[in-house]
């Protein structure tokens, strides 16, 4: 995905597509089941390659005045290899910008902020531990059911995008705030008959939505003095990034992702760069001298005469 779609996602409209565009999106929203947001997401990329292949983007002093829909999408339907070669090139000359990422500090701050004195805070808590300890997607968060959570074992069964389920462990502290939110659950009901049904409820015990926790998660950033910028999907780029920074394997924060392609998981080894280079220049004896000596014998070595064949 293009990395300036994000600030353009908001920006997208129904209006924004040409037919084809659209229809393509329907299928993605409505047979391959992907989140409103990844939906938005491909319509933005596709109006920017639409405005590359009408010239009104990427092609200089040939830039064109807009076509109409129906030609852009015989445009869609003709364009050839190379044309795709081009576009992506053009992107490759803009400015790339990497996801937020909290340090071990700010997350510290963020997760001890809601406390668990109270069943509401109780669940906030533990919706911060868990998108933290599982690197779950917000839509994902709130589509746990009850029967999804083991907490002897300590995994979570995540419903995907596209619908595939996949298994995530969870840490104790991500454990511990869950058994707590439980508690008041338990003790606010009259009967005592097994809860069942979403994990995480509002006040009025319907299921949260995406937009609840991100409304938490705003409050809870103010009174922690945090970056007001940081959103949920910030606490899966730290997730993605402290695991890299520790050792985890790529192939593994992949898995617990839930990507389908380990490319889209590479944008989080740029983040752990400087980490690496701190860690060359303390353990590397080399990593601080200004350059490597040469002897003087390197820099005019002996002539020794060819011996005769």
Same mark, same amino acid.
């Not at 994000?6 to 409209?13: F, I, P, W």
């Not at 929203?29 to 989140?35: I, P, Q, T």
């Not at 700010?106 to 809601?114: A, E, G, M, S, V």
């Given at each position: 995905?293009n990395?300036?779609s994000?600030?353009?996602?908001?920006?997208?409209?129904e209006?924004s597509?040409?037919?084809?565009?659209?229809?393509?999106?329907?299928?993605l929203?409505?047979?391959?089941?992907?989140?409103d947001?990844?939906?938005?997401?491909?319509?933005?990329?596709?109006?920017?390659?639409?405005?590359?292949?009408?010239?009104?983007?990427?092609?200089?002093?040939?830039?064109?005045?807009?076509?109409?829909?129906?030609?852009?999408?015989?445009?869609?339907?003709a364009?050839?290899?190379l044309?795709?070669?081009?576009?992506?090139?053009y992107l490759?000359?803009?400015?790339?910008? @990497?996801?937020?990422c909290? !340090? *071990?500090d700010?997350? /510290?701050? &963020? #997760?001890?902020?809601?406390g668990?004195?109270?069943?509401?805070?109780?669940?906030?808590?533990?919706?911060?531990?868990?998108?933290?300890?599982?690197?779950?997607?917000v839509?994902?968060?709130?589509?746990?059911?009850?029967?999804?959570?083991?907490?002897?074992?300590g995994?979570?069964?995540?419903?995907?995008?596209?619908?595939?389920?996949?298994?995530?462990?969870?840490?104790?502290?991500?454990?511990?705030?869950l058994?707590?939110?439980?508690?008041?659950?338990?003790a606010?009901?009259?009967?005592?008959?097994?809860?069942?049904?979403?994990?995480f409820?509002?006040k009025?015990?319907?299921?949260?939505?995406?937009?609840s926790?991100?409304?938490?998660?705003?409050?809870?950033?103010?009174?922690?003095?945090?970056?007001?910028?940081?959103?949920?999907?910030?606490?899966?780029?730290?997730?993605?990034?402290?695991? @890299?920074?520790?050792?985890? !394997? *790529?192939?593994?924060? /992949?898995? &617990? #992702?839930?990507?389908?392609?380990?490319?889209?998981?590479?944008?989080?080894?740029?983040?752990?760069?400087?980490?690496?280079?701190?860690?060359?220049?303390?353990?590397?004896?080399?990593a601080?001298?200004?350059?490597?000596?040469?002897?003087?014998?390197?820099?005019?070595?002996?002539?020794?005469?060819?011996?005769?064949?």
């Open positions: 995905m990395p300036q994000d600030a353009s996602v908001s920006a997208v409209t209006k597509f040409s037919p084809l565009v659209r229809q393509f999106l329907d299928y929203k409505l047979e391959r089941h992907f989140s947001y990844t939906v938005k997401s491909y319509g933005a990329d596709l109006i920017q390659f639409g405005q590359f292949m009408s010239h009104a983007i990427g092609h200089g002093s040939q830039n064109a005045g807009p076509i109409s829909d129906a030609e852009l999408d015989r445009r869609h339907l364009v050839e290899p044309a795709i070669r081009e576009f992506l090139a490759y000359k803009q400015e790339k910008r @990497l996801p937020k909290l !340090d *071990l700010q997350i /510290q701050k &963020l #997760l001890d902020t809601p668990d004195a109270d069943i509401l805070s109780a669940r906030d808590k533990a919706m911060l531990e868990v998108l933290y300890s599982s690197g779950i997607r839509s994902e968060l709130v589509e746990l059911d009850l029967a999804d959570i083991d907490l002897q074992e995994v979570l069964r995540v419903k995907g995008k596209g619908r595939k389920d996949r298994l995530t462990p969870i840490g104790s502290q991500a454990i511990k705030a058994q707590k939110y439980f508690e008041f659950r338990t606010e009901r009259q009967n005592h008959e097994p809860m069942t049904g979403r994990v409820l509002n009025h015990g319907g299921s949260l939505s995406t937009r926790v991100r409304r938490k998660l705003d409050k809870y950033l103010v009174a922690a003095g945090l970056d007001p910028g940081i959103s949920p999907h910030t606490l899966r780029h730290s997730f993605a990034t402290h695991l @890299l920074n520790n050792g985890a !394997d *790529l192939r593994s924060v /992949q898995e &617990l #992702l839930g990507h389908q392609s380990l490319s889209t998981t590479q944008v989080y080894t740029h983040l752990t760069t400087n980490r690496v280079k701190q860690v060359y220049d303390q353990a590397h004896p080399r601080n001298a200004p350059s490597v000596p040469h002897p003087a014998s390197a820099q005019n070595p002996p002539y020794y005469p060819a011996k005769a064949g």
